[in-house]
């Protein structure tokens, strides 16, 4: 039953994603694919290759190419530069690992500092000393004196 | 033991800084352009060298071999504007200057290879042309916008460049005869 639950989950997460690869549309490519000459995405530029590379998607959708063969025919004519999203591979593996190392570095950081912090805050908890010195009786009487203002 | 940790903190911090410079540094080196600013300093810097496909569909062009002779290189797009106005006065030059040691070759840049044959079928264009969809050739030769024009001695060493288009024959010629006069 529960192997059940798990594959209708999955196959429910996968069905848009398989739609988007096999049916795209022009907007999310436009937003997924980078101008080469302005370096801004395709659906904000209006340079004039950025129109013919809308120009173009357009004509492969409309012939029923797939969102990974759109990619892969701009990727062969203008490289891997016109991906917004830099590839897993390679030099531009980088700007995937950085950032997750930084997130790593600064949750080992909090971590540190918190066990850290913790443990100063439990020997501030920690019952007195009874080994210190009895206060001097006169203070002790003035204190108690003070203390009782304050009692109803 | 907080030293120690303090100490590993700063050692990491110290070495995340390092390798991020290095980073950068890595990359300038392989963006810069020596082309230009030695131009700028009224030296003849040697032509980064690149071989590229031929959009005549003959295989590849090194640009080394064409070592011996002047060369005009003209890098265009079919996209821009001032590039079609440009082309009809290149090709004019091919035809007066072909057989005097001078080899003109266009570098279509950032383009689509089908959009750069209409073109070159469009405006008659006879000298050879090459396909550099990638630009990789743009930051080694610090080309800042299209069209743009080197003029490349029988060395190998750029003599002269047109930012923007050559405007006339008269342009032309005289980045040619520099390219030919001797160093």
């Given amino acids: 039953m529960r192997a059940t639950v798990v594959a209708l989950i999955a196959l429910l997460l996968a069905a848009p994603a398989r739609a988007s690869e096999e049916r795209p549309t022009a907007a999310e490519l436009e937003s997924e694919l980078v101008c080469p000459v302005c370096e801004a995405t395709l659906d904000t530029s209006n340079a004039p290759v950025a129109l013919r590379m809308k120009a173009f998607i357009r004509r492969r959708i409309a012939a029923g190419d797939t969102k990974s063969e759109i990619k892969a025919e701009l990727v062969d004519q203008f490289g891997p530069a016109v991906l917004a999203e830099p590839p897993k591979k390679g030099f531009e593996l980088i700007a995937w690992v950085l950032p997750l190392a930084g997130l790593a570095l600064g949750a080992a950081a909090v971590g540190v500092l918190a066990w850290r912090w913790s443990r100063t805050r439990g020997s501030d908890d920690e019952p007195p000393d009874d080994s210190q010195e009895p206060l001097d009786p006169a203070l002790e009487r003035r204190l108690d004196d003070e203390l009782a203002r304050f009692e109803p | 033991m ?62 080394e071999s064409l070592r011996g002779k002047a060369i005009v290189l003209n890098f265009w797009a079919s996209w821009c504007g001032p590039c079609k106005d440009e082309t009809p006065l290149l090709q004019e030059g091919w035809k007066r200057w072909r057989g005097k040691d001078v080899v003109f070759v266009g570098v279509d840049v950032k383009d ?72």
Avoid: C, M
């Fill in chain 2, 2 to 63: 907080t030293g120690r940790i303090r100490l590993v903190g700063q050692v990491a911090a110290v070495g995340v800084v390092a390798a991020l410079l290095g980073l950068l540094a890595w990359k300038l080196t392989q963006d810069e352009s020596k082309v230009t600013s030695e131009l700028h300093r009224g030296g003849s810097p040697v032509a980064p060298a690149f071989t590229l496909e031929r959009l005549d569909g003959k295989g590849d062009l090194a640009l």
């Fill in chain 2, 112 to 183: 689509f290879r089908g959009d750069a044959r209409d073109f070159l079928a469009r405006y008659g264009v006879t000298y050879l042309n090459v396909y550099d969809g990638k630009g990789s050739t743009v930051g080694r030769y610090g080309v800042t916008g299209f069209p743009e024009t080197y003029f490349v001695d029988a060395a190998g060493n750029v003599r002269y460049r047109i930012a923007g288009p050559v405007e006339d024959a008269a342009e032309l010629d005289a980045g040619i005869e520099r390219a030919l006069a001797p160093a």
